[in-house]
């Protein structure tokens, strides 16, 4: 059904790949009104907005 020209469509592609790191933001509930406050807070005074730990975080996959 997805692909018309069957299995053997020479433009059908896999791909794989393995990360190296996974990163997760966090902005549903108080979370996200917290980001909204401090986006607000850093655009006033002319800078980028830091997340906070609980909000954003990279994570190591090697």
Do not use: C
């Amino acid at each position: 059904m997805w692909f018309p020209l069957g299995k053997t469509d020479p433009n059908i592609a896999l791909l794989k790949f393995t990360p190296s790191e996974r990163e997760f933001w966090d902005s549903t509930g108080i979370q996200g009104w917290k980001y909204v406050y401090a986006a607000a807070k850093a655009y006033v005074a002319g800078e980028r907005p830091r997340p906070d730990a609980e909000q954003h975080s990279k994570v190591n996959m090697t």
